[in-house]
Protein backbone atom coordinates (compact mmCIF):
# COMPACT_ATOMS: atom_id res chain seq x y z
CA UNK A 1 0.00 0.00 0.00
CA UNK A 2 1.16 3.52 -0.71
CA UNK A 3 -0.47 6.72 0.81
CA UNK A 4 0.73 10.20 -0.83
CA UNK A 5 -0.25 13.31 -0.36
CA UNK A 6 -0.16 16.95 -0.91
CA UNK A 7 -0.82 19.61 2.38
CA UNK A 8 -1.01 23.18 2.08
CA UNK A 9 -0.77 23.68 5.79
CA UNK A 10 0.28 21.46 8.67
CA UNK A 11 -3.13 21.15 11.13
CA UNK A 12 -3.03 21.97 14.82
CA UNK A 13 -2.49 18.54 16.43
CA UNK A 14 -1.96 17.76 13.03
CA UNK A 15 -0.77 14.10 11.61
CA UNK A 16 0.26 15.28 7.94
CA UNK A 17 3.41 17.46 7.14
CA UNK A 18 3.10 20.42 4.91
CA UNK A 19 4.02 20.26 1.11
CA UNK A 20 4.30 17.28 -0.31
CA UNK A 21 4.39 14.07 2.46
CA UNK A 22 4.33 10.01 2.39
CA UNK A 23 1.00 9.53 4.61
CA UNK A 24 2.27 5.84 4.87
CA UNK A 25 3.83 2.86 2.93
CA UNK A 26 2.97 -0.50 4.01
CA UNK A 27 4.64 -4.26 3.39
CA UNK A 28 2.38 -6.89 4.92
CA UNK A 29 2.91 -10.80 4.88
CA UNK A 30 0.22 -12.85 6.10
CA UNK A 31 -0.13 -16.62 5.78
CA UNK A 32 -1.99 -19.73 7.78
CA UNK A 33 0.55 -21.62 9.85
CA UNK A 34 -0.58 -24.62 10.26
CA UNK A 35 -4.42 -25.51 11.19
CA UNK A 36 -4.77 -23.80 14.34
CA UNK A 37 -2.67 -20.39 13.79
CA UNK A 38 -1.87 -17.73 11.45
CA UNK A 39 0.54 -14.72 10.87
CA UNK A 40 1.12 -11.40 9.68
CA UNK A 41 4.38 -9.05 9.58
CA UNK A 42 3.84 -5.49 8.33
CA UNK A 43 6.43 -2.74 8.15
CA UNK A 44 5.69 0.71 7.61
CA UNK A 45 6.75 3.90 7.23
CA UNK A 46 5.51 7.53 7.25
CA UNK A 47 7.03 11.01 6.99
CA UNK A 48 7.01 13.38 9.87
CA UNK A 49 8.60 16.67 10.26
CA UNK A 50 10.05 16.39 6.86
CA UNK A 51 11.52 12.78 7.60
CA UNK A 52 11.02 9.35 7.30
CA UNK A 53 9.94 6.87 10.05
CA UNK A 54 10.16 3.28 9.49
CA UNK A 55 8.77 0.96 11.75
CA UNK A 56 7.00 -2.81 12.33
CA UNK A 57 3.72 -2.23 12.45
CA UNK A 58 2.11 -6.16 12.92
CA UNK A 59 4.33 -8.76 14.43
CA UNK A 60 1.90 -11.17 15.25
CA UNK A 61 0.64 -14.83 15.77
CA UNK A 62 -3.02 -15.24 16.43
CA UNK A 63 -6.02 -18.95 16.54
CA UNK A 64 -8.03 -19.55 14.43
CA UNK A 65 -9.77 -22.68 15.58
CA UNK A 66 -10.13 -22.22 19.85
CA UNK A 67 -13.48 -23.82 21.13
CA UNK A 68 -16.63 -21.07 22.41
CA UNK A 69 -16.06 -18.26 20.13
CA UNK A 70 -11.98 -17.86 21.53
CA UNK A 71 -9.34 -16.24 19.88
CA UNK A 72 -5.68 -15.34 21.30
CA UNK A 73 -3.20 -13.02 19.58
CA UNK A 74 0.10 -12.11 20.44
CA UNK A 75 2.70 -9.90 19.71
CA UNK A 76 2.44 -6.40 18.30
CA UNK A 77 -0.98 -5.75 16.68
CA UNK A 78 -3.47 -2.11 16.65
CA UNK A 79 -5.58 -2.46 19.59
CA UNK A 80 -9.15 -2.69 19.07
CA UNK A 81 -10.90 0.10 21.52
CA UNK A 82 -12.94 2.41 19.76
CA UNK A 83 -14.28 2.42 15.93
CA UNK A 84 -11.30 3.60 13.81
CA UNK A 85 -7.98 1.92 15.71
CA UNK A 86 -8.24 -1.40 14.32
CA UNK A 87 -7.97 -0.21 11.00
CA UNK A 88 -5.18 1.16 9.08
CA UNK A 89 -5.02 4.78 8.52
CA UNK A 90 -5.40 4.32 5.12
CA UNK A 91 -8.72 2.72 4.81
CA UNK A 92 -10.40 6.01 6.61
CA UNK A 93 -12.60 8.23 4.35
CA UNK A 94 -10.64 10.91 5.89
CA UNK A 95 -7.04 11.92 4.90
CA UNK A 96 -6.52 13.17 8.59
CA UNK A 97 -7.84 10.90 11.91
CA UNK A 98 -10.28 12.72 14.50
CA UNK A 99 -8.53 14.87 16.68
CA UNK A 100 -9.88 12.39 19.16
CA UNK A 101 -7.16 10.10 17.70
CA UNK A 102 -4.36 12.49 16.77
CA UNK A 103 -4.79 13.71 21.09
CA UNK A 104 -5.64 10.91 22.86
CA UNK A 105 -3.85 7.60 20.54
CA UNK A 106 -1.26 8.84 18.47
CA UNK A 107 -3.29 8.53 15.66
CA UNK A 108 -3.79 5.31 15.64
CA UNK A 109 -2.52 2.96 18.96
CA UNK A 110 -0.31 -0.63 17.99
CA UNK A 111 1.73 -1.74 20.71
CA UNK A 112 3.33 -5.30 21.98
CA UNK A 113 0.82 -7.14 23.80
CA UNK A 114 -1.60 -10.27 24.25
CA UNK A 115 -5.48 -10.03 23.26
CA UNK A 116 -8.07 -12.72 24.37
CA UNK A 117 -11.59 -12.09 22.33
CA UNK A 118 -14.61 -13.78 22.84
CA UNK A 119 -17.81 -14.00 20.51
CA UNK A 120 -21.06 -14.95 21.63
CA UNK A 121 -23.11 -17.46 20.28
CA UNK A 122 -25.72 -15.43 19.39
CA UNK A 123 -28.02 -14.38 16.71
CA UNK A 124 -26.50 -10.69 15.92
CA UNK A 125 -22.80 -9.76 16.63
CA UNK A 126 -21.29 -9.55 19.97
CA UNK A 127 -17.37 -9.86 20.41
CA UNK A 128 -16.14 -8.94 23.61
CA UNK A 129 -12.26 -8.71 24.01
CA UNK A 130 -9.26 -7.84 26.86
CA UNK A 131 -5.88 -6.67 25.87
CA UNK A 132 -2.74 -6.45 27.85
CA UNK A 133 0.59 -3.97 26.20
CA UNK A 134 3.72 -2.86 27.21
CA UNK A 135 2.52 0.81 26.80
CA UNK A 136 5.34 1.96 25.22
CA UNK A 137 4.11 3.04 22.51
CA UNK A 138 1.50 4.80 23.67
CA UNK A 139 3.24 7.25 26.56
CA UNK A 140 7.16 7.44 27.38
CA UNK A 141 8.05 5.96 30.71
CA UNK A 142 10.25 7.82 32.66
CA UNK A 143 11.22 4.65 34.94
CA UNK A 144 11.68 2.16 32.42
CA UNK A 145 9.98 -0.97 34.02
CA UNK A 146 9.11 -4.63 32.38
CA UNK A 147 5.66 -4.54 33.58
CA UNK A 148 2.86 -4.16 31.45
CA UNK A 149 1.69 -0.82 31.32
CA UNK A 150 -1.91 -0.33 29.41
CA UNK A 151 -4.88 -2.86 29.55
CA UNK A 152 -7.75 -2.48 27.80
CA UNK A 153 -11.35 -4.27 28.13
CA UNK A 154 -14.18 -3.31 24.95
CA UNK A 155 -17.13 -4.93 23.53
CA UNK A 156 -19.27 -4.68 20.62
CA UNK A 157 -21.92 -5.49 19.30
CA UNK A 158 -23.93 -5.07 15.82
CA UNK A 159 -26.63 -6.57 13.10
CA UNK A 160 -28.44 -5.83 10.52
CA UNK A 161 -32.04 -4.39 10.09
CA UNK A 162 -33.33 -5.89 6.86
CA UNK A 163 -30.94 -5.74 3.74
CA UNK A 164 -30.68 -2.16 3.85
CA UNK A 165 -29.71 -0.98 7.11
CA UNK A 166 -26.71 -2.02 9.22
CA UNK A 167 -25.58 -0.99 12.88
CA UNK A 168 -22.51 -1.64 15.03
CA UNK A 169 -21.92 0.01 19.09
CA UNK A 170 -18.83 -0.01 20.92
CA UNK A 171 -17.52 0.25 24.45
CA UNK A 172 -14.15 0.68 25.61
CA UNK A 173 -12.19 1.22 27.96
CA UNK A 174 -7.78 1.97 28.34
CA UNK A 175 -6.15 1.44 31.68
CA UNK A 176 -3.10 3.23 31.56
CA UNK A 177 -0.20 2.66 34.55
CA UNK A 178 2.27 4.42 32.53
CA UNK A 179 0.30 8.06 32.49
CA UNK A 180 1.80 8.55 36.24
CA UNK A 181 5.39 9.25 34.44
CA UNK A 182 4.19 10.57 31.24
CA UNK A 183 6.99 13.02 30.64
CA UNK A 184 6.26 16.89 29.15
CA UNK A 185 8.62 18.41 26.80
CA UNK A 186 8.50 22.25 25.39
CA UNK A 187 7.54 21.39 22.06
CA UNK A 188 4.74 23.82 20.51
CA UNK A 189 5.67 22.14 17.06
CA UNK A 190 2.35 20.69 16.33
CA UNK A 191 0.15 23.78 16.27
CA UNK A 192 0.10 24.42 20.07
CA UNK A 193 0.28 27.99 21.45
CA UNK A 194 3.76 29.26 22.68
CA UNK A 195 3.77 28.31 26.65
CA UNK A 196 1.74 25.02 26.97
CA UNK A 197 3.77 22.59 26.69
CA UNK A 198 2.49 18.81 26.14
CA UNK A 199 3.26 15.10 26.18
CA UNK A 200 5.39 14.52 22.79
CA UNK A 201 6.74 10.95 21.88
CA UNK A 202 8.70 12.39 19.77
CA UNK A 203 7.32 10.41 17.09
CA UNK A 204 3.94 10.23 15.37
CA UNK A 205 2.66 7.58 17.54
CA UNK A 206 3.00 8.82 21.26
CA UNK A 207 -0.73 10.38 22.45
CA UNK A 208 -0.30 14.09 22.75
CA UNK A 209 -2.70 14.20 25.86
CA UNK A 210 -1.79 11.22 28.75
CA UNK A 211 -4.78 10.42 31.42
CA UNK A 212 -4.73 6.89 33.91
CA UNK A 213 -8.02 6.28 32.05
CA UNK A 214 -9.54 6.49 28.80
CA UNK A 215 -13.21 5.42 27.98
CA UNK A 216 -14.42 5.55 24.89
CA UNK A 217 -18.01 5.10 23.02
CA UNK A 218 -18.66 4.28 19.08
CA UNK A 219 -21.52 3.99 16.70
CA UNK A 220 -21.62 3.25 12.74
CA UNK A 221 -25.18 3.32 11.23
CA UNK A 222 -24.78 2.31 7.20
CA UNK A 223 -27.81 2.16 4.78
CA UNK A 224 -27.27 1.13 1.27
CA UNK A 225 -30.76 1.13 -1.24
CA UNK A 226 -32.02 -2.57 -2.13
CA UNK A 227 -28.70 -3.57 -0.09
CA UNK A 228 -26.06 -2.95 -3.02
CA UNK A 229 -22.90 -0.78 -0.81
CA UNK A 230 -21.38 -0.63 -4.13
CA UNK A 231 -23.61 1.09 -6.18
CA UNK A 232 -24.84 3.77 -3.30
CA UNK A 233 -24.53 4.19 0.54
CA UNK A 234 -24.99 6.48 3.21
CA UNK A 235 -22.47 5.91 6.69
CA UNK A 236 -22.91 7.72 9.63
CA UNK A 237 -20.68 7.46 12.76
CA UNK A 238 -20.05 9.24 15.89
CA UNK A 239 -17.11 8.33 18.94
CA UNK A 240 -16.98 9.98 22.48
CA UNK A 241 -14.15 9.61 24.54
CA UNK A 242 -12.92 11.02 28.11
CA UNK A 243 -9.90 10.80 29.70
CA UNK A 244 -9.36 11.29 33.30
CA UNK A 245 -6.27 10.91 36.03
CA UNK A 246 -3.87 13.53 34.24
CA UNK A 247 -1.31 13.56 36.56
CA UNK A 248 -0.68 15.32 40.35
CA UNK A 249 -0.77 18.92 39.49
CA UNK A 250 -4.31 18.28 37.68
CA UNK A 251 -7.16 19.57 39.87
CA UNK A 252 -9.66 16.99 41.09
CA UNK A 253 -12.30 15.93 38.91
CA UNK A 254 -10.32 17.60 35.88
CA UNK A 255 -10.38 15.19 32.32
CA UNK A 256 -9.99 15.59 28.51
CA UNK A 257 -12.46 14.62 26.08
CA UNK A 258 -12.84 14.81 22.60
CA UNK A 259 -15.65 13.46 19.54
CA UNK A 260 -16.29 13.73 16.21
CA UNK A 261 -19.44 13.41 13.87
CA UNK A 262 -19.18 12.09 10.54
CA UNK A 263 -21.55 11.20 7.38
CA UNK A 264 -20.03 9.69 3.88
CA UNK A 265 -22.26 9.49 1.07
CA UNK A 266 -21.59 7.17 -1.98
CA UNK A 267 -23.55 8.89 -5.01
CA UNK A 268 -21.84 6.54 -7.68
CA UNK A 269 -19.82 3.55 -7.54
CA UNK A 270 -16.84 5.60 -7.89
CA UNK A 271 -16.99 8.65 -6.14
CA UNK A 272 -18.06 9.87 -2.44
CA UNK A 273 -18.47 13.18 -0.29
CA UNK A 274 -18.33 13.44 3.16
CA UNK A 275 -18.23 15.92 6.34
CA UNK A 276 -16.93 15.41 9.64
CA UNK A 277 -16.86 17.65 12.79
CA UNK A 278 -14.51 17.41 15.41
CA UNK A 279 -13.99 18.74 18.89
CA UNK A 280 -11.17 18.37 21.48
CA UNK A 281 -10.79 20.07 25.47
CA UNK A 282 -8.23 19.05 26.96
CA UNK A 283 -6.42 20.34 29.99
CA UNK A 284 -2.65 21.79 28.58
CA UNK A 285 0.16 20.86 31.10
CA UNK A 286 2.59 23.83 31.47
CA UNK A 287 5.55 22.61 34.42
CA UNK A 288 3.38 22.36 37.77
CA UNK A 289 0.16 23.30 36.19
CA UNK A 290 -2.67 23.40 33.41
CA UNK A 291 -4.17 25.52 31.29
CA UNK A 292 -7.57 24.84 29.53
CA UNK A 293 -7.38 24.07 25.84
CA UNK A 294 -10.10 23.79 23.52
CA UNK A 295 -10.09 22.94 19.98
CA UNK A 296 -12.88 22.30 16.85
CA UNK A 297 -12.21 21.18 13.76
CA UNK A 298 -14.52 20.94 10.44
CA UNK A 299 -13.54 18.79 7.45
CA UNK A 300 -15.43 18.63 3.93
CA UNK A 301 -14.38 15.86 1.24
CA UNK A 302 -14.82 14.54 -1.89
CA UNK A 303 -13.74 11.11 -3.03
CA UNK A 304 -12.76 9.37 -6.47
CA UNK A 305 -12.38 5.89 -6.53
CA UNK A 306 -11.98 4.27 -10.01
CA UNK A 307 -11.57 1.01 -8.46
CA UNK A 308 -11.43 -0.95 -4.82
CA UNK A 309 -7.57 -0.36 -4.97
CA UNK A 310 -7.48 3.34 -5.49
CA UNK A 311 -8.52 6.85 -4.02
CA UNK A 312 -8.10 9.97 -5.09
CA UNK A 313 -9.26 12.32 -2.42
CA UNK A 314 -9.53 16.21 -2.18
CA UNK A 315 -10.44 17.79 2.26
CA UNK A 316 -10.60 21.01 3.18
CA UNK A 317 -9.85 21.20 6.97
CA UNK A 318 -10.92 24.33 9.13
CA UNK A 319 -10.15 24.85 12.89
CA UNK A 320 -11.68 27.42 15.11
CA UNK A 321 -12.54 28.21 18.87
CA UNK A 322 -9.36 27.46 19.53
CA UNK A 323 -7.75 28.23 23.47
CA UNK A 324 -3.90 27.58 24.01
CA UNK A 325 -4.20 25.54 20.05
CA UNK A 326 -3.15 28.00 17.14
CA UNK A 327 -6.05 26.89 15.04
CA UNK A 328 -5.40 26.55 11.12
CA UNK A 329 -6.97 25.83 7.72
CA UNK A 330 -5.61 23.26 5.19
CA UNK A 331 -6.45 21.94 1.98
CA UNK A 332 -4.90 17.83 1.47
CA UNK A 333 -4.86 15.64 -1.51
CA UNK A 334 -4.39 12.00 -1.44
CA UNK A 335 -3.68 9.30 -3.01
CA UNK A 336 -4.07 5.90 -2.07
CA UNK A 337 -2.97 2.44 -4.00
CA UNK A 338 -3.33 -0.80 -2.71
CA UNK A 339 -1.50 -3.85 -4.69
CA UNK A 340 -2.16 -7.37 -4.45
CA UNK A 341 -4.59 -9.23 -2.20
CA UNK A 342 -5.66 -8.00 1.28
CA UNK A 343 -8.37 -9.08 3.85
CA UNK A 344 -11.75 -7.75 4.06
CA UNK A 345 -11.58 -4.06 5.72
CA UNK A 346 -13.63 -4.01 9.15
CA UNK A 347 -17.42 -3.28 9.54
Known sequence: MLDVGYGSQELALGDRDKGLHLGGAELTLSSPLGPWLEGR?????????KKVEKHFEEVWVGTTALPAGLQ???????????????????ADDFATRPLLYRGFLGGHYFDDGLRLNWTAPTDFYWRTGIEVFSGKQLTREVERKPRPGVWTLSTKVGGDVGRERSWQLGLSYLGNRRAAYAHHDDDHGDGMAPGHDHSHEGHAHGAQFAGKHLWMIDGVWKWAPDGNNRARQLRLAFEFARQTGLGEHAARGARNTAGYLAAVYRFHPEWEAGVRTDWLSANLPHGDHFHAGRLREHSLMVAWKPSHQQALRLQYSHQNGARGFEAKKAVYLQYVISFGAHGAHSF
Not at 74 to 90: C, D
Open 41 to 49: ITAAAHSRD
Open 72 to 90: LRGGRFMSQVGYLNEQHPH
